[in-house]
């Protein structure tokens, strides 16, 4: 199974800052990359798919690099919406599985 | 704009057959750009997935390694949904459970998601 890493497991931002999540394959995957966002009581919702592609209707403000075995999500500009929890999860072999989560709390 | 929407019970006893059903709208199980695939969140264990059914001229099954002996995700073509079937459950099944389409036009991606069923393992 490839192990999905994220660093760090919560941050803490103000509004307005620049957001940089980091996920790290047990095994190189190409692009087999995607991100999600959960706020508490919902389902994850998909952001960013094939590493770097934005989900239709997902803000420019969410971007997505990386291959192989480092990925990054970054948040351009933190907005109040955005505090959540983020994962990362892979498609490029079965069992599909997902980093630890990212947690975006407000400073 | 496809819709998914799970029913089944929130409270099972050990020992029991978890069961869960998630109907499709705005798509069709059978497509074969896509997968059906089951999904439980919990403190402990985080986000993990548990298997898939998918069709691609017949159709094909994809479990976890950790619920392989106990699981089983069936599609329902005249109904247009796919359940989750998990036996001799324990209190560690205890979890927040979710299907979700993965769809594919190369790599797959999960982008639509059930509503949750939160399940609890308990006498």
């Known amino acids: 199974d490839i192990q999905m890493t994220q660093s760090p497991s919560s941050l803490s931002a103000s509004v307005g800052d620049r957001v940089t999540i980091t996920c790290r394959a047990s095994?190189?995957?190409?692009?087999?990359l995607n991100w999600y966002q959960q706020k508490p009581g919902k389902a994850p919702k998909l952001l960013i798919y094939?590493?770097?592609s934005l989900q239709s209707g997902v803000p420019s403000r969410f971007s997505g690099s990386g291959s192989g075995t480092d990925f990054t999500l970054t948040i351009s500009s933190l907005q109040p919406e955005d505090f959540a929890t983020y994962y990362c999860?892979?498609?490029?072999?079965?069992?599909?599985?997902f980093g630890q989560g990212t947690k975006v709390e407000i400073k | 704009q496809v819709q998914l929407q799970q029913s089944g019970p929130g409270l099972v006893k050990p020992s029991q057959t978890l069961s869960l059903t998630c109907a499709i709208s705005?798509?069709?199980?059978?497509?074969?750009?896509?997968?059906w695939n089951w999904i439980r969140q919990s403190p402990s264990r985080g986000l993990e997935w548990l298997g898939r059914?998918?069709?691609?001229?017949?159709?094909?099954?994809d479990y976890a390694v950790s619920v392989k002996s106990r699981v089983t995700i069936n599609p329902d073509t005249s109904k247009n949904h796919f359940s989750l079937q998990l036996n001799s459950v324990t209190p560690e099944d205890t979890a927040m459970y979710y299907c979700?389409?993965?769809?594919?036009?190369?790599?797959?991606?999960?982008?639509?998601w059930g509503q949750g069923t939160l399940v609890t393992v308990s006498s």
């Open positions: 059914t998918y069709y691609r001229s017949k159709w094909y099954n």
């Open positions: 095994q190189s995957m190409s692009t087999y």
């Open positions: 999860q892979q498609s490029y072999s079965s069992p599909r599985t």
């Open positions: 705005g798509d069709t199980v059978s497509t074969n750009t896509t997968t």
């Open positions: 094939v590493a770097s």
């Open positions: 979700a389409r993965e769809y594919y036009d190369g790599p797959g991606r999960l982008d639509y």
